[in-house]
């Protein structure tokens, strides 16, 4: 299988190159160039394997240059019950709220407690086994920009990995005190993390003009380095997220709530875009799909665009308590628009430089059409998002984190406007120990005034009896390592620093 880029489609490259590159050179991010075809059959197989056989399966038929054996080293090593506390590190708790079932798929489960894990638990072993198969001997400089999760993820994820290193930007105002804790916290000899004035658009931004600048590039060549990506661009990212939603297909057919070839519906809170694309590449795949459910916050570009084929980030960015989806460029959008385009990059491109110079593009109807045939968008505002944690806390007993609340909300909201009761399956994507304040400010039903964090986190702990997860309580007694903060114009010349360079 051969991968091309979404602004140009005349060369491919290998998945070791892809992953090894994170990004095309024309800017462009890469995409397979066709989906394996699953039928009744492979899923009758898939029902009987146990996760990590099901993440083999389908990275095999996705990483066709790699071995067998490569491959389940990659798998063997990321899924392990040590990290991620069981054997299925994608559980899904069943929870009655308001007459409807709700699928919740756990996927923070993993060391940073965010479903940023399920993918960057495997990203560095396959990785480094492309660097290995692509890039001569060179080493891979990682650079993240972060809403919050991705940072510490990736950077638990690729600390002290030989032949790395890795450089986090996060926008100094835009994380919540405990995500920006665990970072500047991380041990490890390879790692950096700095704040940024400015948002995550900024951060973003930044860090994908530094890979595109000719003259930092070139300092890393003459030193025997690269450029490579943890963020969703990165086609290592979004795979190992295909996988959780097959094997929770396979989970809802084996635990009786659906049979196999029967449709489901796929909530997803969304802020790049990355994960409800994983969800759509499994339904490309043959996943039985009705519809996807894409769940803003108050910064709700997709909304919009989903309903009117309009994407335009001209308009307020608003910061939420759900700060990992405070995004007006969702990355991966780009993907889909070069597969509901027919895969004409020409097309494609013409969207993303309207993006770029104006901050607005409208799509054909081509486009239009099957987005709004395929998806349902909805957002909803702070209030709507802390009243879902308390209902479903006081209603269900079930403790859910701001994000997690986002795709409730707007799911029931769906719910009673279409009456579409096809089972649905929500992505729920961080632990609401990551978001304390937020979470027990709406089951008390008031301010939290105290800035200490974990004392925050021991009333949530005495009210609720939901346990903080031992990542987490683990960071309570370390010492911040990292103070830094910039202005989005420095990042290039910090990270020549960073690594010796300049
Ligand atoms: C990253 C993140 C999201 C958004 O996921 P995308 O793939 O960027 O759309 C949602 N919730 C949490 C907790 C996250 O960390």
Redesign the pocket.
Known sequence: MLYTSTQNNKEAVSSAQAIAQGISRDGGLFVPESFPKYDGVTFEALLRLDYRERAKKVLSDYLTDFTAEEIADCVDKAYTAEKFGSDNPAPIASVNHNGAELNLLELWHGPTC???DMALQILPHLLTKSLKKTADGKKAVILVAT????GKAALEGFKDVDNTSIIVFYPSDGVSPMQKHQMNTTTGENVGVCAIRGNFDDAQTGVKKIFTTDEVIKALEDNGLMFSSAN?INWGRLLPQIVYYISAYCDMVNAGKIQLGDKINIV?????????LAAYFAYCMGMPVNKLICASNSNNVLTDFISTGTYDKNREFITTV?P??D?LV?S?LERLLYILSGRNDAETKEYMTALKSKGVYSVGDNIKNVVSEMFSGGYCSESETLETIASLYNDSNYLC?T?TAVAVNVYEKYLKETGDNTPAVIAS??SPYKFSRAVLSAIEGKEITTEDEFEIVDTMEEKTGVCIPAPLEATRTMADRFSDIIDPCSMPEYVLSSLGLK
């Open positions: 965010a479903f940023k809403s919050g999760d991705t969703s997803v809170p969304t802020g790049n875009f990355g994960n409800i759900s990992s989806m995004i969702s991966n984190d994000h994507t961080a």
